[in-house]
């Protein structure tokens, strides 16, 4: 089972910020930007375009809310959307809102909020989201 798995099943406590019966949206606990936020499927698959075609073709449908959410929460140029994968083997996408290419950098120092902003943060995207 896999840390994202745990996190679906309520065995990890998690910032989310939304759910339906395929996916989970959750804060990355040690973001790139304000409003980092994760989708993962609820189906252990390790690469995404592994993830069967039924989940591919609404993982945009059930992002795109969010990330809207995300724009009205923490303004931005746009909010990307990244599938990097090798930390977890668990397929999921990165929302992240960015201004310059830099503001996606994996490479650099990663923010390192209290649980009080990371609540912030979820609360701000939540108010935002319809």
Do not use: W
Not at 41 to 56: G, R, S, T
Not at 109 to 123: A, F, N, R
Request: glycine letters at 2%; charged letters at 20%.
């Amino acid at each position: 089972m896999t840390i994202f798995s745990k996190i679906i099943a309520g065995e990890i406590p998690s910032y989310k910020i939304a759910e339906n019966e395929h996916f989970f949206a959750f804060l990355d606990i040690f973001p790139l930007q304000l409003g980092h936020t994760l989708v993962v499927p609820k189906i252990e698959v390790d690469k995404i375009f592994d993830v069967p075609n039924e989940y591919l073709s609404s993982l945009l449908t059930f992002a795109k809310p969010i990330a809207h959410a995300i724009e009205k929460a923490y303004p931005c140029n746009r909010v990307n959307i990244v599938t990097v994968g090798l930390e977890v083997p668990h397929a999921h996408v990165h929302l992240i809102p960015i201004n310059h290419l830099q503001d996606m950098d994996f490479t650099k120092q990663k923010l390192q909020l209290t649980p009080e902003q990371l609540k912030q943060v979820q609360d701000n995207i939540l108010s935002r989201l319809k």
